[in-house]
């Protein structure tokens, strides 16, 4: 397997944490795309993900996964013993519920607040941006941080007491914040430790 990626950025990260959490880091290549010169949105990157975006899963018999839940799901399913997407059916949907909301509500407006109301990824990358609707952006990231602080009171991790792929796309929402200086809230002293219990987790270490 192969995944393109640029390494130390928030959602490649996600894979290689999926991947070290797995043990399978060494079962994949991994191939630099450079994003801040804008390969990923050259031909020959937009064949293998037309969004123009990384990471990137190849498999061996050539065919491409991109989106960070899709490939999760495929590392986690490939082995047979799903422990970031959980097993049976109402384990999967709480799982799968506390992503996508962390992915919509944090990571998602994190990322939008970088892209339009700081730099971003630069002047070769960031052809269109929207400082009002950067701030607007920040504010749902915010509000999304108090939902996460009432989920976090009394349990380690977001969809319970074991760390799932909810974690991880809650890890992508604090790289993408410390990338723009967007603090964590004083009053969410459970968002706080969680964050600082991610960032010492080994599989979050290995891939920064
Ligand atoms: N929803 C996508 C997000 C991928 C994404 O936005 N990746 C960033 C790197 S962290 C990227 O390639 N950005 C390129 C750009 O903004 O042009 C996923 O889950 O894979």
């Given at each position: ?42 031909d ?29 799901e ?5 082995d ?30 994190v ?82 430790a ?11 270490k290995?891939?920064a």
């Open positions: 397997m192969k995944v393109y990626e640029f390494k130390g950025f928030p959602n490649p990260a996600r894979i290689r944490i999926a991947l070290a959490e797995k043990g399978m880091l060494d079962r994949v290549d991994f191939v630099h795309v450079d994003v801040p010169s804008a390969e990923h949105r050259k020959a990157f937009l064949k293998k993900n037309p969004s123009g975006a990384v990471p990137v899963l190849e498999l061996d018999d050539g065919v491409f996964i991109s989106e960070c839940t899709a490939i999760t495929y590392i986690d399913q490939v047979e013993n799903s422990v970031l997407t959980g097993t049976g059916a109402e384990e999967r949907a709480r799982i799968a519920m506390y992503q996508r909301k962390v992915e919509a509500g944090f990571l998602d407006a990322a939008d607040f970088f892209h339009h109301a700081t730099e971003g990824l630069g002047p070769d990358v960031e052809g269109y941006q929207n400082t009002e609707w950067g701030e607007h952006r920040k504010n749902v990231a915010i509000k999304t941080l108090y939902w996460m602080e009432e989920q976090l009171v009394g349990q380690e991790f977001l969809a319970g007491d074991r760390f799932t792929v909810a974690d991880i796309t809650a890890q992508a929402g604090f790289m993408f914040a410390g990338f723009s200086n967007m603090e964590i809230p004083e009053d969410c002293p459970a968002v706080k969680y964050a600082e219990r991610l960032a010492n987790r080994e599989s979050v290995q891939a």
